[in-house]
């Protein structure tokens, strides 16, 4: 991607001035022309590479971090003060090395007189799509502290519901970490010394002890093969769903028809779309640049399509609602709601109002997947457990009886 310097003018006469993020210089041109904008200079600034920062610098900048950043932005910048000295007062108090790194090389660029937009533009794995988008739009509206303030709001949103899902998540996978350990235990500690008992005594073992042991024994010897199969499994999985399109399809279509969890994917990205395009919108954004980001907010090839399809309607001159629904993948209750929303000309309150809705979805929907899974690991463990108990115990009371 480059950015670009722009002068146009409206209809009107207003003389405008600022950057843009796009492929070329014709989609810079063709954007502006988008907006009712005249183009009277569109000149490159640099190509804009996804980097995090000149350092070694590891350390991911989380979701709550950048919010942070933004609610302190919004408050300096809507007190008056300017963006450099807020950017410099806020950068050193910045406690991730990265980030803080990252802000003081983004105030460099605006004391040389780039605007905030294009500094940030060049750190794509921090400051993404959606983040440009609404600072540029901010920046061309005279409204930078109410962009950032949505950006906040967003951030902000988008942190709470991910640590709603983690530590929805947190049980069971804990469970399954504790039966993973509980087998690896048994196998490496108990049955073997159990097993040098039953040598010693000598006699014939029952026959359930006996097929348990094989099983043990067989696994043993063949615990190689049985790990290069599991990694041959997944090299061939990441091989066909990265490398091939048909692939990524096939793939991305089993996920959304998986019992529960397909559902899941499609409830949490219905509520992070709407969530998203409510802030852009509110924001200024153009409806086609709007889509655009939302095009890259999945790695599901179907909902990335779908958003495509819907974008490339929406360029022929279809209503919002019109080519969401003509795209086959968005619920009925997303579409109703961006229909009523733009007839009444309440669209970004409407999106709002869906995102709040799905994201109930989501909380209702893990809440009957842990529901159904606890009694599952329950079992699981129990099951282990017996089994290793009758495998282990049973020629002891065969032998006690004899």
């Known amino acids: 991607m480059q950015v670009f310097n722009y002068t146009a003018r409206t209809f009107s006469g207003e003389r405008k001035e600022g950057v843009k993020q796009a492929a070329s210089l014709n989609d810079a041109i063709g954007w502006l022309r988008e907006q009712g904008f005249v183009p009277i200079s569109v000149q490159e600034i640099s190509n804009v590479a996804p980097k995090?920062?000149?350092?070694?610098?590891?350390?991911?900048?989380?979701?709550?971090?950048?919010?942070?950043?933004?609610w302190q932005l919004t408050t300096m910048l809507e007190s008056g003060v300017p963006v450099a000295t807020a950017?410099?007062?806020?950068?050193?108090?910045?406690?991730?090395?990265?980030?803080?790194?990252?802000?003081?090389?983004?105030?460099?660029?605006?004391?040389?007189?780039?605007?905030?937009?294009?500094?940030?533009?060049?750190?794509?794995?921090?400051?993404?799509?959606?983040?440009?988008?609404?600072?540029?739009?901010?920046?061309l509206s005279g409204n930078l502290p109410g962009s950032l303030k949505r950006l906040a709001e967003y951030f902000d949103g988008r942190d709470k519901f991910s640590k709603k899902i983690k530590v929805a998540l947190a049980y069971p996978i804990f469970v399954m970490v504790f039966i993973v350990l509980l087998v690896?235990?048994?196998?490496?500690?108990?049955?073997?010394?159990?097993?040098?008992?039953?040598?010693q005594l000598g006699g014939e073992l029952p026959a359930f002890t006996r097929m348990f042991m094989a099983g043990y024994d067989g696994i043993c010897h063949n615990l190689i093969y049985i790990l290069g199969s599991l990694v041959l499994i997944i090299f061939s999985f990441t091989l066909t769903y990265n490398k091939s399109k048909k692939g990524h399809i096939f793939y991305s279509k089993r996920f959304l028809a998986l019992p529960l969890f397909g559902k899941l994917i499609k409830f949490a990205f219905?509520?992070?779309?709407?969530?998203?395009?409510?802030a852009l919108l509110s924001a200024g954004v153009s409806m086609l640049e709007v889509f655009n980001i939302l095009s890259t907010m999945s790695n599901n090839d179907i909902i990335k399509d779908a958003v495509i399809n819907a974008k490339e309607r929406i360029m022929e001159g279809s209503s919002i609602s019109t080519s969401?629904?003509?795209?086959?993948?968005?619920?009925?209750m997303v579409n109703k709601m961006v229909q009523v929303g733009e007839e009444s000309g309440s669209l970004p309150i409407m999106l709002e109002r869906t995102a709040d809705f799905?994201?109930?979805?989501?909380?209702?929907?893990?809440?009957?997947?842990?529901?159904?899974?606890?009694?599952?690991?329950?079992?699981?463990?129990?099951?282990?457990?017996?089994?290793?108990?009758?495998?282990?115990?049973?020629p002891i009371f065969t032998m006690g009886k004899g």
């Open 324 to 332: 969401m629904t003509a795209a086959n993948f968005f619920p009925n």
């Open 270 to 278: 219905c509520a992070m779309f709407c969530k998203t395009m409510s």
């Open 358 to 394: 799905y994201e109930r979805k989501v909380d209702a929907t893990l809440t009957a997947m842990l529901s159904l899974l606890e009694p599952i690991m329950i079992v699981v463990v129990g099951g282990v457990v017996l089994l290793v108990v009758l495998a282990l115990y049973l």
């Open 184 to 199: 690896v235990f048994i196998m490496s500690f108990i049955i073997p010394r159990f097993k040098m008992i039953f040598e």
């Open 87 to 139: 950017l410099g007062t806020i950068a050193e108090d910045i406690e991730n090395p990265q980030l803080r790194h990252i802000m003081k090389e983004v105030l460099a660029k605006v004391n040389k007189g780039e605007p905030f937009s294009a500094g940030i533009a060049e750190y794509p794995k921090v400051f993404n799509k959606l983040t440009v988008a609404m600072v540029l739009a901010g920046e």
């Open 52 to 70: 995090n920062s000149s350092t070694s610098f590891r350390k991911k900048v989380k979701s709550a971090e950048l919010s942070a950043v933004y």
